[in-house]
């Protein structure tokens, strides 16, 4: 989380003055604060009300007619982008929760509270008022269904297909890049703030030769499929609700199969009688590598062993990422992520007495520090994504 606060602040309470219940005109005086903020700071899926023929907006009841798609949304990470122990570990540590809530849970709808005024102007310090239809399970449910389909009472996409189900609306927005830039396109700095909000993903893709080529990001995190889109109806072709990106699950064992999406590194290895070339590339991301949260991190490392299979020699290390530093004001120090289908070679000497080598690259979301200072230690952070060994050349010396 890009938005992050790096020093262990009581829980300002007495900032957080929650407002009678029920009280009238709450969801008024929250649309119209939320109206002076500027497009980050607002609910990025509004209020909605309920198409006809709808119980309510829940994913859950849209997966009793959505099966298939409602167990990939439910294993994907945008259906945890809620109950996520990383996001709520930061939450509890300071006043800025509204702005979260704003992409992670973001309908008004879902909120236990809006904002509807600042103390001083000051983002830390909302007031809030209950939201009297809240219902914890919708809350809990991230970025829901609604949230990408529901607007001005009909259930939106990209065909309009006539239903008894619902009410239903074509809208250009699901085939093109847009529908996911709201939230991955956001950039905001709060001076004298410890953290800040900087998503750049939709830049990135803008520059890079599939977004000059039209290639928006379903075409990659969207698998198309042909299959029967609600229970008991014809087969037609859509996409896949998975989303798949690095690959790092929060929970373990609870994301989308591994064959929806590859790595975006690129490794080629090549052993010559004196050195290691290892040839490093940004092969399929659509973006930076990597791209998103700015914590998140490649590591590349290299061991050698004799012909005893001892180890020899220092390891290796390549980090590919950004680095920051968050206090007293967020600032980038560095940053040599890849650009889309960049190249980068790597000569590494070879130690006097080695044999063979072992390269092994892993993706990271956060370092164990930044895990540690949350109480995170044991929640999943990185995944392998190569393991490589091999022999050098027995012709030397
Ligand atoms: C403008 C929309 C937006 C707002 C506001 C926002 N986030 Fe996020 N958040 C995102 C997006 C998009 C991602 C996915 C980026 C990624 O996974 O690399 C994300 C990812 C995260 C993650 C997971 C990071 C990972 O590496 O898996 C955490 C934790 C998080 N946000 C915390 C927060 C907190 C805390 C706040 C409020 C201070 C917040 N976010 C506000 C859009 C937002
Ligand atoms: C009672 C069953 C039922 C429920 C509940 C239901 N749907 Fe549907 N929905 C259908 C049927 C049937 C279709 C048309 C079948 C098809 O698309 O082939 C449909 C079509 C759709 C479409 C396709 C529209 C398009 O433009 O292609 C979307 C999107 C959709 N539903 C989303 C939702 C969402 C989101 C919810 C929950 C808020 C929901 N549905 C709840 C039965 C249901
Ligand atoms: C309402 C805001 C919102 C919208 C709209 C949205 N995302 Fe996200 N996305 C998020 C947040 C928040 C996260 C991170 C959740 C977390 O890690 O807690 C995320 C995570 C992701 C990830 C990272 C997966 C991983 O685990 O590494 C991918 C990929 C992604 N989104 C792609 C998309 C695409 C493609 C679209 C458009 C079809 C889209 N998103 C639309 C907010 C959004
Ligand atoms: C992050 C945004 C996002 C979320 C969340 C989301 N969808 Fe979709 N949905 C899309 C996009 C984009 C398409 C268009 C895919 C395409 O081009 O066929 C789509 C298409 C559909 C379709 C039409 C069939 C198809 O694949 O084209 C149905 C039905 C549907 N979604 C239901 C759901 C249900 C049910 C949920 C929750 C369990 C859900 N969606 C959550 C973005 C989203
Ligand atoms: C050409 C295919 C492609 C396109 C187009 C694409 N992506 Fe990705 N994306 C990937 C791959 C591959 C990864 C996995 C990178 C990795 O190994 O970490 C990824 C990873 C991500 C991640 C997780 C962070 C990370 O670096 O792993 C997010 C968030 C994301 N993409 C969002 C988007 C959004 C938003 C768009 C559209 C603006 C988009 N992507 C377009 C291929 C693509």
Redesign the pocket.
Known sequence: MMWRVAVLWAFAAACLSIGAAQEPGNLERALAFYRTRPRVERPQAGWQRLPDGLRDLR?AT??EC?SA??DE?LVST?GQAWTDRQLQSEMAKSGNRWLCNNCHTPLLNQMEVWAVELSDGDVEKPLYVENPVFDSAFRDEG???A???VRDGAVE??TGIQTKAHATRKTER??EEV?CLTCHQAVRNYPGKDFICIFETGAEWRESPYGQAGQPC?SCH?QPVTRP??IGEAPRS??R?YWPGAGIFKVEGLGPPVDQLGAGLGVEVEATSDELVVRLSNSAAGHLLPTGDPERFILVEVDFSDSQKRAVGETYRERIGQTWEWWPVPRKLADDRLAPLEVRELRIPRPETAAAWTLVATSHRISAEALEFHDLADYPSSRVTHERMGDFPTDRR
């Open positions: 994913a849209c997966g959505h798609i409602y949304w945008h970025i829901t269904c949230a990408c389909h996409g990209p699901f085939t529908i379903q969207m889109q609600a859509g996409r609700h």
